[in-house]
Every structure is written in C-alpha cells, then in structure tokens.
Nanobody
Framework: QVQLVESGGGLVQPGGSLRLSCTAS????????MSWYHQAPGKERVLVAA???????KYADSVKDRFTISRDNSKNTVALQMNNLKPEDTAVYYC????????????WGQGTQVTVSS
C-alpha cells in the first residue's frame, strides 16, 4: 500500500522557519522524483520544489534562496526547509512522488497546512 505522510506544518510568524517532512512507503523511493506543491484557497496547486533521483533540484522562483528540498533514500523521506516565510507562503503543502522510469505512476500525500501570520 502506497503512503506519503506529511508532517511539520503549523502557524509561524513572518520571517520564521518551518521544516516539512514526508515519509514514503509502498514503492521504490529511489526511482521517484519527490516534490512539494502548495495550494492556497481558491488557487491551483503549484510546484514549490522538486528533488530528482540524481539529487538535482528545482525551485519555483518565489521560493529560491528561502527554501531547500532534500531527500534521504535510506529513510524514504523528503524534507522542505522553509526560511524567511512570508504571508503569501500560506497554503496546504502536498508531498508528491512521480516515477522517473517512464511509467505514469504518481502519488500524493494528504497535505499539511502552513500558515504565515502575525
């Protein structure tokens, strides 16, 4: 059974930090690109950051130099370190796994709320 379980969301003041974590099970983690998306109320779900099996990374322009994505293949986890948070970062954050082996296999977590407010 495939599972992606996110943790680490919460309420933080502007300028603060949070670390999100996603623990995966039920598939070969090392073969999947792992990503974080966010979705604000009334808006589409958009890519925040991705880390590939090669450990190459990709970031949305809005989070470059503030967020860092990392993966630990030995623990089947992916983390998103978020620094200097802004109110516009407020959203539900979702963990995503997408196969890099040519299949259409893709999985989503249930999401974790991040609220940036004073």
């Amino acid at each position: 059974q495939v599972q992606l379980v996110e943790s680490g969301g919460g309420l933080v003041q502007p300028g603060g930090s949070l670390r999100l974590s996603c623990t995966a099970s039920g598939f070969t983690f090392s073969n999947y690109a792992m990503s974080w998306y966010h979705q604000a109320p009334g808006k589409e779900r958009v890519l925040v950051a991705a880390v590939f099996p090669t450990r190459a990374t990709k970031y949305a322009d809005s989070v470059k130099d503030r967020f860092t994505i990392s993966r630990d293949n030995s623990k089947n986890t992916v983390a998103l370190q978020m620094n200097n948070l802004k109110p516009e970062d407020t959203a539900v954050y979702y963990c995503n796994a997408k196969s890099t082996l040519g299949s259409a296999s893709e999985f989503w977590g249930q999401g974790t709320q991040v609220t940036v407010s004073s």
